[in-house]
């Protein structure tokens, strides 16, 4: 949710301070990552197999996102579809990074003309 609407108006995503994020999600190697305005047009994310879908909801605390992708790099995949792997090459782990309306103009119009869900989990 929060990588496309966390700044969407009214919804309750990533608490922000003067424009900018005010939480920091756990990050083994480091104290913590703060999520960053990710503007590429492909996030790989990752990896994406169920035992890491498990990990990254964590019993529901939701914290384990950054590790399972540090765990992915670096593997040397060959293979785009492998779900053990993270197909990102961004330095930043991109499950933290938010878009903006300016990316993603159309869902931000599905969001604001039908029904956003931000309570989901």
């Known amino acids: ?5 966390g700044t969407f108006p ?16 756990p990050d083994p ?11 590429a047009d492909v996030n790989g994310g990752g990896p994406h197999g169920e035992a890491s879908a498990q990990a990254d909801v964590h019993g529901g605390a939701m914290d384990g996102f950054i590790e399972q992708a540090l765990s992915g ?3 040397g995949c060959t293979n785009p579809n492998d779900p053990a792997c993270t197909q990102s090459t961004a330095t930043a ?15 931000w119009a599905y969001a ?4 956003l869900d931000d309570h989901m989990f």
Do not use: L, W
């Not at 190697?29 to 503007?39: E, I, K, N, S």
């Not at 499950?95 to 300016?102: I, L």
């Open 1 to 5: 949710f929060d990588s496309y609407f």
């Open 10 to 25: 009214g919804a309750q995503g990533i608490p922000m301070a003067g424009g900018v994020p005010a939480v920091c999600i």
């Open 29 to 39: 190697p480091q104290p913590c990552q703060a999520p960053y305005h990710d503007t």
């Open 73 to 75: 790099k670096g593997k």
């Open 93 to 107: 782990v991109d499950a933290v990074g938010y878009h903006t309306q300016a990316e993603i103009p159309n869902y």
């Open 112 to 115: 604001r003309d039908f029904v």
